[in-house]
Structure formats: C-alpha cells, structure tokens
T-cell receptor
Framework: IAGITQAPTSQILAAGRRMTLRCTQD?????MYWYRQDLGLGLRLIHY???????GKGEVPDGYSVSRANTDDFPLTLASAVPSQTSVYFC???????????FGNGTRLTVT | EDQVTQSPEALRLQEGESSSLNCSYT??????LFWYRQDPGKGPEFLFT???AGEEKEKERLKATLTKKESFLHITAPKPEDSATYLC?????????FGAGTRLTVKP
C-alpha cells in the first residue's frame, strides 16, 4: 500500500541522548515535511524539503536537523534531546508545496 | 502574524444532529484552505481543498465552504463513525499553518 512509513512508532529517550526518527515515502512526492503535534497547539512545522538535496526551516526548527539525500527518505535527528521535545512527530509528503499533505501515523516520543 | 483558529474545541452531537465547525484565519496571501480528519493514533487524512471565497466542496455527509475570513465544515446527519478531530490548515507562501482542531464526538 502506497504511503508514508515512520519508525519507530514510539520511543522513550533519556535527556541528552541522540535520536533519529525515520520517514520513508513510496509515492515519489517531491516535498516532505516534519511536524510536531502538541495538545492545544496543533501541528507545527519543524523542517521541510521541497525536493531531494534541499531543506528548509519551519516554525520550530531549534534542536532538530534533517537531510534529504534522495526522494524517498527524510530522517529527523534530535542531536541532544530535551524534555520539551516530548511530542508526537508526523512526517508528511506532497506532490508540491501547494498540494494536500499525506501523513504517516506518527512517532510518539517521550524525553525523560 | 498568520493565525488559524478553530471553534469549538470540542463538540458532542447525537447521531443525526447536524452542526458546523468553524475555521477563522488571518493570513496574508492565502493560497488554499485545507480540511483534514484525524483519528486517534493516526496521522491526518486529507478531506478538501478550497481556493477562493464562495467555493464549496462536498463528500458524503460533509460540506466545506469558504469566505474571505473563515471556512465552515458542515456535517449533515452525522453518524458515530464521523467521530474524529477535524483540522483546518491554510497554505501561505512556503508554509501550511494548522489550527488546533475540533474534536467531534457523535453519540448513537
């Protein structure tokens, strides 16, 4: 089934540890995104990529980094996790920046 | 600053009781308004895109409308399976801003 695969589905992480959230899409979409979803705040954009080889900062990029080596993969790295990064993280993709987003089922991350 | 506000935060309906969800926005350069449905433990699922004031889109029991400052998601004769969180988002230059969502519960 075509779509977006995120891994892991959940993770408990000690503060200060490094963590990479994985995201793979098989729809050959050009644009990919990382959002975090927190209760009462809605979805907030962390980083995006318009096409392979390019990335950009969203609304809340601090403490996160991304790379886009190819069309299908868009990993999100937390270099040194802090408790405020406890959230549900969603990866999404779209044909282009003005098209509807297709979302994965999220990674629930708890930083202790 | 671009803002998207959804109301109410939560809505409880009896099966068959029609109602509307509101999404108001203050953005510069609106390129489109999107509605998504999100079930617990899942990612949002796309429902509609609206581009200009006066536009309407329908899908089963849902109808989305757009004015210059807000959008409505009308739910006609809802069923329990319509229970979900409904998110609206506005596309501006290089960003899609989401509202916090309306959590809809439809009781049988």
């Amino acid at each position: 089934i075509a779509g977006i695969t995120q891994a892991p589905t959940s993770q408990i992480l000690a503060a200060g540890r490094r963590m990479t959230l994985r995201c793979t899409q098989d729809m050959r979409h050009n644009a990919m995104y990382w959002y975090r979803q927190d209760l009462g705040l809605g979805l907030r954009l962390i980083h995006y990529s318009n096409t392979a080889g390019t990335t950009g900062k969203g609304e809340v990029p601090d403490g996160y980094s991304v790379s886009r080596a190819n069309t299908d993969d868009f990993p999100l790295t937390l270099a040194s996790a802090v408790p405020s990064q406890t959230s549900v993280y969603f990866c999404a993709s779209s044909i282009d920046r003005n098209s509807p987003l297709h979302f994965g089922n999220g990674t629930r991350l708890t930083v202790t | 600053e671009d803002q998207v506000t959804q109301s109410p935060e939560a809505l409880r309906l009896q099966e068959g009781e029609s109602s509307s969800l509101n999404c108001s926005y203050t953005v510069s350069g609106l390129r489109g308004l999107f509605w998504y449905r999100q079930d617990p433990g899942k990612g949002p699922e796309f429902l509609f895109t609206l581009y200009s004031a006066g536009e309407e889109k329908e899908k089963e029991r849902l109808k989305a409308t757009l004015t210059k400052k807000e959008s409505f998601l009308h739910i006609t004769a809802p069923k329990p399976e319509d229970s979900a969180t409904y998110l609206c988002a506005v596309q501006v230059i290089d960003d899609m801003r989401f509202g916090a969502g309306t959590r809809l519960t439809v009781k049988p």
